[in-house]
């Protein structure tokens, strides 16, 4: 006779749940502290005209109006969305293809290009770019290394130059956050059985056909946390934008989280400022839904 599972007292079946909660409520308390009230406080404030010291004038969604129209701050958010290009899609891509090399032909010293293609996520970012300021300046590495293979005319100034501006910002971030995404791939790889590796060759499936019939199936979770942390380095980005460009030539590589900066703390506009937070952290979001949304496996 199978023995019957055994019987909870009454009164103790919801004990073991609230227990978790009672776990969870300091970080919980932490969080509605540091990120849910600020972000209330935030939108609040986007109601209002505000310089930071005088009693704000309320506008209502008068800010949020303004950043419609504005063509600045319109051009803000279409700079952060080409730059995704480079901090998601072609970092993703990279990410894939040395995933796909180094999973498949395992040498000695492959730890060594793994610790040199992850070495820019240890680096701060400002210090990464003033590096990169260094590189893509007038007798910079760049402009040295096109004019040792004869390409004299590509030479230029990069990061003052209106045209390859924002394609010299974009380049940094696909440098920075390729080694993250190929780290995240690679442990992704670690849970591929390796039968189906040996079935996949044994039916005659080459390097390509292995990889995307067998690897990349197996990627799907970590596809999508690629693209929701290099979509959100993206549309918030800064720290490598106040550094390398301050935002020019001109307007050219003006972003969002840059936008804020001097809408709040160089121009008194904390109301504006305010708003334009809330349309960056709403885009973000949506994003972020999006991807999960298009990456959740069926059960």
């Known amino acids: ?5 055994p019987v909870r007292p009454p009164g103790t079946r919801g004990r073991g749940a609230w227990r978790g909660y009672v776990y969870v409520l300091p970080a ?4 509605v502290a540091f990120a849910v009230l600020p972000a209330l406080h935030t939108a609040y404030l986007s109601l209002f005209e505000w310089d930071g010291v005088t009693l704000g004038e309320w506008v209502g969604l008068g800010n949020y109006q303004e950043i419609l129209q504005d063509s600045m701050l319109r051009r803000s958010v279409f700079n952060a969305l080409v730059l995704v290009v480079f901090f998601s899609f072609i970092p993703i891509a990279l990410g894939l293809a040395m995933t796909g090399l180094l999973a498949r032909y395992r040498r000695p010293g492959m730890g060594a290009y793994r610790f040199l293609f992850m070495l820019p996520q240890v680096i ?3 210090a990464v770019g003033v590096t990169w ?3 893509y300046g007038d007798d910079g590495l760049v402009n ?3 004019s040792a293979v004869g390409l004299d005319g590509v030479t230029r100034a990069w990061l003052g ?5 924002l394609v010299a910002v974009g380049l940094v971030g696909t440098w920075v956050l390729s080694g993250l995404c190929m780290m995240l791939f690679l442990s992704g790889v670690q849970k591929v059985d390796p039968n189906l590796y040996e079935a ?5 499936a080459g390097p390509v056909r292995e990889f995307v019939s067998v690897t990349l199936p197996h990627l799907r979770g970590e596809l999508a946390v690629a693209m929701t942390v290099t979509t959100v380095a993206a549309l918030a980005s800064f720290d490598i934008v106040y550094v390398t460009t301050n935002g020019g030539p001109g307007e050219q590589t003006t972003v969002p989280g840059l936008l804020v900066y001097r809408l709040a703390f160089s121009e008194g506009k904390v109301g504006l400022a305010a708003a334009l937070a809330v349309v960056l952290g709403c885009l973000i979001l949506a994003i972020v839904y999006l991807i999960n949304r298009l990456s959740r ?3």
């Open 133 to 135: 300021r260094w590189l």
């Open 124 to 126: 701060p970012l400002v």
């Open 1 to 5: 006779m199978p023995s019957r599972p």
């Open 144 to 146: 040295q290394a096109f």
């Open 200 to 204: 996949a060759r044994l039916d005659g």
């Open 161 to 165: 130059d209106f045209d390859a501006a």
């Open 28 to 31: 919980f308390l932490v969080y």
């Open 297 to 299: 496996t069926e059960t």
